[in-house]
């Protein structure tokens, strides 16, 4: 069995974005469909929006934390706050290991510039840039957000 890594980077070579990626690497252990992974990470790609504000790949892991330690009940603040305090950990792990968490500075390209867009693309910055991201989350939930 591939590891989740190697899971998320195959989906995001196959044309799902960051988001998708690393939900659907964890979309078994999660009790998650390919098809809900794909919709809930839609729209996250790109700084959600493709307005990169926080990294797609990151906000995926922040949605698998939250269903590993969050609340299913609203009013279980235990665990809410829980899931709270482990994602402010988490993201500040991310921006450690990236240098930030938002998708503009990570990415270091304005996606909203179709020139600097296809630049970056024929450069392979996605894969490159992108793909440490993907990796960084995929490590950070195999390894410090596991639910033992």
């Known amino acids: 069995m591939e590891d989740k890594t190697s899971l998320a ?3 995001f070579q196959g044309n799902a974005n960051c988001a998708q990626s690393v939900l659907l690497a ?5 009790g ?3 098809e809900q992974c794909l919709m809930l990470g839609s729209g996250l790609g790109g700084g959600v929006g493709q307005k990169q504000h926080i990294c797609g790949a ?3 892991g922040a ?3 939250g269903l590993r330690f969050g609340n299913s009940n609203p009013s279980d603040t235990d665990a809410k706050q ?3 305090a482990l994602v402010a950990e988490y993201m500040d792990k991310c921006a450690q290991s ?10 270091g390209v304005d996606l909203n510039d179709p020139i600097a867009k296809q630049k970056a693309r024929d450069a392979g910055l996605f894969d490159m840039v992108c793909g440490k991201a993907i990796k960084t989350v995929c490590q950070l939930l195999e390894n410090d957000y ?3």
């Open 9 to 11: 980077l195959s989906s």
């Open 26 to 30: 964890f979309a078994i252990d999660e």
């Open 32 to 34: 998650l469909t390919a």
């Open 58 to 60: 990151i906000n995926a």
């Open 63 to 65: 949605m698998i934390i």
């Open 82 to 84: 829980r899931a709270t």
């Open 98 to 107: 990236l240098g930030s968490t938002d998708c503009c500075k990570i990415l």
């Open 146 to 148: 596991r639910i033992e």
